[in-house]
């Protein structure tokens, strides 16, 4: 049976992580295609000792924060 699962990809130094939200394996590579290739070898590895039961599609949104540089001082009590 073939399912379709979602992948979120982002770049660590000079490598892809490329992570499977709906199980939760994660692989990476050295291009995007190749974490991918990595991951779906990777989650198919799992699912043959884990087989999947039931799962839904994440739900993808976004959102925006400010950020404020960076803060070097401690806070003392």
Sequence with gaps: ?????????HKEKKYYVAECP???TVSQGKTIEEAIKN???????????FPVKKTSKPFISF????????????IRT
């Design 63 to 74: 959102f925006e924060v400010t950020t404020y540089g960076k803060t070097s001082k401690a």
């Design 22 to 24: 709906e199980i939760g």
């Design 1 to 9: 049976m073939n399912h379709i699962f979602s992948v979120v990809v």
């Design 39 to 49: 991951l779906k070898e990777a989650t198919e590895l799992y699912l043959e000792e």
